[in-house]
């Protein structure tokens, strides 16, 4: 049987979630978010991020987050500032260009952003003869598994303060980033340091869905109406709320980034121990590690992961990613299978 080590949405979901959804399968409540299910949630994650007059929405995609946040937040004319790798610019299809703004890439080795890399778009776009820089798009995790720290995200949010620029973090892997073992971020400290975040939970134990939080009043009005608008409100929208609400009561949400986390570590050593590199550090529960093509081949025939780029003409880049319910019999079978290839 092959095992996938290619992405942390391959399992459907946690035991609990699939029980709350049918313990109330036959509870009749209003649609369209306006449930009991979806009010509890949306309190319950104000309650967790220390923001009070938080709006909180849930919609079924990252793509779909990302692509309503950013178009609320800007006018025909401005633009979004990316990491060149960022998800807005290479795995959306054009989603934010498909509602007219320019994403604004950045080339990072790190796959973050710096204060530096903000300033330096908005002064190469200074007139009205160019897109105006708007918002700043960041990831954590990153797409490359980097992970930011209070301290960078407290510069990033100086540096848009003093340029007028709206800071929004895409959580898809939010879980796995705060719970890193070097991480130092909480919910409440996204609440002060952004305008807008989205908690994701699609790649965390959940059917579907992502929360996005909007703490900044400016993009809290009427945002419902661009919800609509993109098809992001669901009828039977508690089906959203109840999962989230599951997730975060107890903390469950934690609990499971961890585990991902943790065999992730696992996979990681195992793998620097053999003495293969990992040229870009993370601490998430995704990395990249360079193997010989000989060995990807001979790997390929019991997992599957993701082949980034090649390194050169005997060398590639490969993508591992373990999940909430990643064995850590798995995590050994590829080790042992890896060494054999040696």
């Not at 795995?91 to 320019?102: L, P, Q, V």
């Not at 009205?128 to 798009?137: A, L, N, S, T």
């Not at 301290?151 to 719970?179: F, I, M, P, Q, V």
């Not at 001979?298 to 490969?318: G, S, V």
Request: proline share 4%; aromatic share 8%.
């Amino acid at each position: 049987m092959i095992y996938r080590f290619q992405n942390d949405y391959s399992e459907g979901a946690h035991p609990r979630i699939l029980q709350a959804l049918s313990d109330c399968n036959y509870t009749q409540s209003a649609g369209y978010g306006y449930d009991p299910f979806c009010q509890e949630a949306v309190e319950l994650i104000r309650n967790k991020c220390a923001a009070p007059s938080a709006d909180v929405h849930f919609v079924s995609g990252g793509t779909q987050a990302n692509l309503l946040v950013i178009h609320a937040a800007l006018r025909s004319f401005e633009a979004v500032i990316s990491a060149h790798t960022g998800h807005i610019n290479v795995h959306e299809a054009g989603a934010i260009e498909g509602t007219s703004h320019k994403v604004c890439a950045v080339p990072s080795d790190s796959s973050k952003l710096t204060p530096d890399m903000i300033r330096s778009v908005c002064s190469e776009h200074s007139t009205e003869m160019m897109v105006h820089p708007k918002i700043v798009y960041i990831s954590n995790a990153t797409e490359m598994g980097a992970i930011y720290t209070k301290a960078e995200l407290t510069a990033l949010r100086e540096c848009c303060d003093a340029l007028g620029l709206y800071l929004y973090l895409d959580g898809a892997r939010l879980g796995s980033a705060l719970a890193a073992s070097n991480g130092d971020l909480t919910l409440a400290d996204l609440a002060v340091l952004t305008d807008a975040f989205t908690i994701g939970g699609t790649k965390n134990g959940a059917l579907l869905g992502e929360a996005i939080v909007l703490t900044n009043p400016a993009l809290q009005a009427q945002f419902r109406w661009h919800m609509k608008q993109r098809g992001a409100i669901l009828a039977k929208g508690r089906l959203l709320g109840i999962q989230f609400l599951e997730l975060l009561k107890d903390d469950l949400y934690f609990q499971l980034a961890s585990h991902a986390n943790t065999m992730a570590d696992r996979l990681r050593q195992g793998i620097l121990e053999m003495g293969y590199e990992i040229p870009i550090p993370s601490s998430s529960n995704l990395f990249f590690p360079i193997f010989p093509n000989t060995v990807i081949q001979q790997l390929q025939e019991n997992y599957t992961f993701e082949i980034d780029h090649a390194i050169d003409a005997d060398n590639t880049l490969i993508r591992l990613v373990t999940s909430w319910t990643t064995p850590a019999e798995a995590v050994d079978a590829f080790l042992a299978d890896l060494a054999k290839c040696r």
